[in-house]
């Protein structure tokens, strides 16, 4: 399994473009994370979903971010318009919830850097 | 809801010196616990995992963590560091029931001094 793939890697962008992260969860997997890792302010959750439903998105900062999940194997964070506060390195976890609850697996998350 | 409390932001010790760091939570319902180790730019991987049975759990890299319940505290332990175990430890629960989101403490940084 090639574990939970996010892209870019790292993503540099102006103040005001729109920003787009990408994140493919491990397959059978049924809940999806979005985390947000800053040195001030730790690892943040921004939002879980759970069957492609996002169950609890009070961690997103404001109207500017907005995440999806069309399918089981395919989740978006859109950030728009972008400031330079956004910068911050942004992680996608996956895991499986049926029966016994699993761990977590990481992507290795996209650096994001808005000038 | 639940949340995780990292009692030290930063934990220097000399190599082949035993380590703990301290973790507590507070949730209003029975919850699973966890470690996980990041090391410099790197995504996070699990360390160990509490869901039921003994309260000892083992880990990978010689690592152990102790959950008590009376005290709502999973610290993690280790006899003899390593430098190779510089990195940042998070401790997270998450619930049996409801949301289960996994929420995180705001890391420890071990430092291993030669």
């Known amino acids: 399994d090639a574990g939970v793939i996010q892209s870019p890697r790292h993503e540099v962008t102006e103040m005001g473009q729109e920003v787009t992260l990408r994140c493919k969860p491990i397959s059978g997997h049924n809940s999806l994370f979005w985390y947000r890792q800053t040195m001030m302010r730790g690892l943040e959750l921004l939002i879980y979903f759970n069957n492609n439903v996002p169950i609890d998105d009070s961690g997103m900062p404001e109207d500017r971010f907005s995440a999806k999940m069309p399918n089981a194997s395919f989740s978006t964070l859109k950030i728009q318009p972008s400031e330079p506060r956004d910068s911050a390195v942004y992680f996608c976890?996956?895991?499986?919830?049926?029966?016994?609850?699993?761990?977590?697996?990481f992507g290795q998350g996209t650096r994001l850097t808005v000038v | 809801a639940q949340s995780v409390t990292q009692l030290d932001s930063q934990v220097p010790v000399f190599e082949e010196a035993p380590v703990e760091l301290r973790c507590n939570y507070s949730?209003?319902?029975?919850?699973?616990l966890f470690w996980y180790v990041q090391y410099p730019n790197q995504g996070l991987q699990l360390l160990l995992k509490y869901l039921s049975g003994s309260t000892l759990v083992k880990g990978i890299n010689g690592f152990e963590a102790e959950f008590n319940k009376s005290q709502t505290s999973f610290h993690l332990r280790k006899p003899s560091v390593h430098i190779s175990d510089t990195a940042e430890y998070f401790c997270?629960?998450?619930?049996?029931?409801?949301?289960?989101?996994?929420?995180f403490g705001q890391g420890t940084r071990l430092t291993i001094n030669p």
């Open positions: 949730s209003s319902v029975s919850v699973y």
């Open positions: 997270a629960v998450s619930s049996f029931q409801g949301a289960q989101k996994l929420v």
């Open positions: 976890a996956s895991r499986h919830t049926r029966g016994r609850v699993g761990e977590a697996f």
